[in-house]
């Protein structure tokens, strides 16, 4: 008989046993695959013979691991570890008892049976999926020994039981440590669980992580379900660019598309406003076989994106689609076509539209009925408002200011007062307040129509209302004057002062003129002291239109009218008028001098069309006064400061020509006298003779300077805008006493020349002609 004997030389004690690990720690430090190092032996073991005589020592005492030695010596009786084995049937059974009574592992001595693959995995697929614990120890138990095998059926079972609470981590660790197999294909079932479950879960990064990994690799076993899975978590976390990608990466491996895979990528490639990607995805959703119809929810999205896209053709083809394969359309499919329809303009199908889905039982939106409302008033059809906003109503809508406002200010733009204006009390007894633009469009409407006490009313209720009213009542007062109708302006002002509302200088001044083009220059006069009094700047352009209308005058009692409103504008360019008409002894300086001081002050940089525009007029004023030696200081002067500096050409022996065509009538005459007296000067005293002089003189002053010539027997001959003479033939007339008398001192009688209607060929003085010529930097600004 065999026995054993510990000799003197065990002298180290066996460690102690670790303490027992969770399944889940133990799971991990087993994902592995490889069996822990067995300990050392410390211990000599010796075996004798039945007298006790020592026949051999080895190596023997050491720490026993349960279930990691491939062997324990034991001291049982002979029949613990004889026992016959169990059938195969029962052998899982017995292991599955065992997981359920021991979340520790058992030795191997406590197997009825040697174990296998096959029965660990019957045995693992015969626990409760309840309760994943004794499955994670049976597993953890089975990779330590020899024998185990990885399988890919159990590395899936494993992943598909571990619960939804279950850390990422535990399945992270089994994707890692079956990625580190030597052959990682042959374990699609495990990958396809691992992403399946960690995207159902939610885990969105080790979701997309697993996916990467595999997609790096190149394992191309990833099926449709996973895939499915990974898009929706991607899709309902709003990552479609990387849903997109998952979907691009599905169709690259070769895998097949089901159902849901279209149900998932169609209605997200149109939102994401790849439309034609999602067009040919629903045409191949529709001819693969074995998908069948598209679901409702995906024609809406479609019909939804094409019209808001603007793509209504190919929006109301899938709407009709839709209907013929039996699907029944939402509110919203037909509020989407609706909408579509009628932002873009094609207010008559989205109307027909709207008909029919009413005939189809379906009650319109609030936000349809509105927009259905303003669209068909912005239109111009307010009929067909009135009573879509009366149904509206009917249906138990209360409209919104919006809407209230749009159909006033329509109404109002129509010109229609009594719908107006009905529309505006029926908002105000609704509770709801006009907004600016309403009170501005019913404020226009008002003036337009002329109803001044209609409008002041409404102003002061949008006063009350707790709007600013001092814009819109200038507005409405600038309505009067560009209308023309003056007399309304000054009432209209009348109440704004009444009311304690103020104006611009702008519109002050506007009216002004409008005051002196109608001829009320008794009302004129305190609107200029306003205007002044109110730091109004009185610019050369303003003075010079008033000594328009003073030239054109013809009434004694309007001409002293006109003065005191000269007088009223303290302007600069008043006592240079004024000084031009008295004595030396009161100027104390010649004419000429007295003019140059003048056009030196001034600024030519900014007033230089405003001084062309002075002189026109100043110089018909004096040639209409007799004052022709004044006049043509006055044109001496604006030639010299370049104010006409294309005027006078001389072409040395060539040609001479005078330009008056921009010219006034008197600035023309004045101009024509001086220019002679200067060519006659050049070739009496110098000798230069030219070839040919011409006037030209336009198809406007052509008659004037024609007729005023031709009284002298002038060598002149009149075309079409151009007065022509050989040079020789001038310089014979410049000899002549008369024209040398002409000349020097003044134009002929004012009974010949200057009452040939002078008043009505006055161009540049009129003050409609005057707006039109003069550029915007020397408009009037506000």
Not at 532 to 560: F, M, N, P
């Amino acid at each position: 008989m065999l026995q054993l004997r510990f000799g003197p030389r065990a002298r180290h004690p066996l460690p102690r046993r670790p303490p027992p690990l969770s399944p889940f720690a133990r799971l991990r430090r087993g994902l592995s695959y490889e069996p822990p190092p067995p300990p050392e032996w410390t211990d000599t073991v010796d075996y004798l013979d039945e007298s006790g005589e020592l026949l051999s020592s080895a190596p023997g005492a050491r720490p026993a691991v349960p279930g990691a030695d491939p062997s324990i010596l034991s001291t049982a009786p002979p029949r613990t570890r004889t026992r016959a084995p169990r059938r195969r049937p029962a052998s899982p059974l017995s292991r599955c008892a065992t997981a359920r009574e021991r979340p520790s592992p058992p030795p191997l001595s406590a197997l009825p049976s040697p174990p296998d693959p096959p029965l660990l995995l019957l045995a693992a697929s015969s626990l409760p999926g309840s309760d994943p614990i004794p499955l994670i120890s049976l597993i953890a138990w089975a990779r330590l020994q020899p024998w185990f095998v990885p399988s890919d059926d159990l590395s899936a079972l494993l992943a598909l039981r571990l619960p939804p609470a279950t850390p990422s981590s535990e399945l992270l660790a089994l994707f890692d440590d079956t990625l580190a197999l030597p052959d990682p294909a042959a374990f699609p079932k495990t990958f396809n669980t691992v992403v399946s479950a960690l995207a159902t879960h939610g885990l969105l990064e080790p979701s997309f992580y697993c996916f990467k990994h595999l997609r790096d690799i190149g394992f191309k076993g990833l099926q449709t379900p996973a895939y499915n899975a990974l898009l929706s978590l991607l899709l309902a976390r709003g990552l479609a660019f990387k849903a997109f990608e998952v979907l691009d990466e599905m169709e690259a491996s070769g895998c097949a598309l089901d159902a849901g895979t279209y149900e998932l990528a169609v209605p997200a490639l149109a939102r994401a406003g790849r439309i034609d990607a999602a067009r040919k995805m629903f045409d191949e959703m529709k001819q693969k076989e074995g998908v069948g119809r598209a679901p409702a929810a995906v024609y809406s999205v479609m019909v939804d994106v094409l019209s808001k896209a603007g793509r209504l053709d190919a929006a109301m083809g899938m709407y009709r689609e839709m209907v013929a394969v039996g699907h029944r359309v939402s509110l919203a499919v037909s509020t989407a076509m609706v909408e579509g329809l009628v932002r873009s303009g094609k207010l008559d199908a989205g109307m027909e539209l709207w008909e029919e889905m009413r005939r189809g039982g379906l009650r319109p939106s609030f936000g349809l009925y509105t927009m259905v409302v303003e669209a068909n008033a912005r239109s111009g059809r307010l009929d067909v408002a009135a009573k879509l906003f009366g149904d509206m109503e009917k249906a138990g809508f209360f409209p919104t200011p919006a809407t209230y406002a749009c159909l006033v200010e329509m109404h109002a733009s129509a010109g229609q007062v009594d719908a107006a204006m009905r529309l505006y009390h029926s908002m105000a007894n609704a509770g709801t307040r006009p907004g600016l633009s309403t009170f501005s469009a019913l404020l226009t409407m008002l003036a337009n129509k002329r109803l001044l006490d209609l409008a002041a009313k409404v102003l002061l209720e949008m006063k009350a209302s707790g709007f600013p009213i001092e814009v819109t009542a200038s507005d409405l007062l600038m309505i009067f004057i560009k209308d023309g109708s003056t007399d309304l302006a000054l009432r209209w002002l009348r109440f704004m002062g009444s009311a304690g509302i103020r104006t611009n200088n702008f519109i002050i001044r506007q009216l002004f003129e409008s005051c002196m083009k109608t001829g009320l220059y008794d009302s004129a006069r305190p609107l200029l002291e306003t205007y002044v009094s109110g730091l109004g700047k009185v610019d050369l352009i303003l003075y010079t239109s008033i000594l328009a209308h003073l030239v054109r005058c013809q009434d004694e009692g309007s001409e002293r009218a006109i003065m005191d409103i000269l007088s009223a504008s303290k302007h600069k360019a008043h006592d240079f008028m004024c000084g031009l008409f008295t004595g030396p002894e009161q100027r104390k300086k010649p004419v000429l001098s007295f003019t140059r001081e003048f056009f030196q002050s001034i600024d030519y940089d900014n007033e230089e069309s405003a001084a062309r525009y002075f002189v026109n007029v100043l110089l018909n004023y004096l040639v209409l006064m007799g004052q022709m030696n004044r006049a043509r200081c006055v044109w001496k002067v604006a030639y010299e400061n370049k104010l006409f500096a294309k005027a006078i050409v001389f072409d040395q022996h060539i040609a001479w020509s005078l330009d008056v065509r921009n010219l006034s009538v008197g600035a023309a005459l004045v101009a024509t006298v001086h220019t002679l007296h200067r060519f006659r000067k050049r070739m009496l005293y110098y000798g230069v003779v030219p070839r040919r002089i011409k006037l030209v003189t336009g198809p406007t002053l052509k008659m004037v300077v024609a007729q005023v010539l031709s009284s002298l027997e002038s060598p002149f001959e009149v075309s079409k805008v151009v007065l022509r003479a050989p040079g020789d033939s001038v310089l014979e007339w410049f000899k002549k006493p008369i024209v040398q008398q002409f000349l020097l001192n003044e134009i002929p009688s004012k009974a010949d020349v200057l009452m040939h209607r002078l008043n009505v060929m006055f161009p540049s003085s009129a003050p409609e002609v005057r707006s039109l010529s003069l550029s915007r930097s020397l408009g009037m600004t506000r």
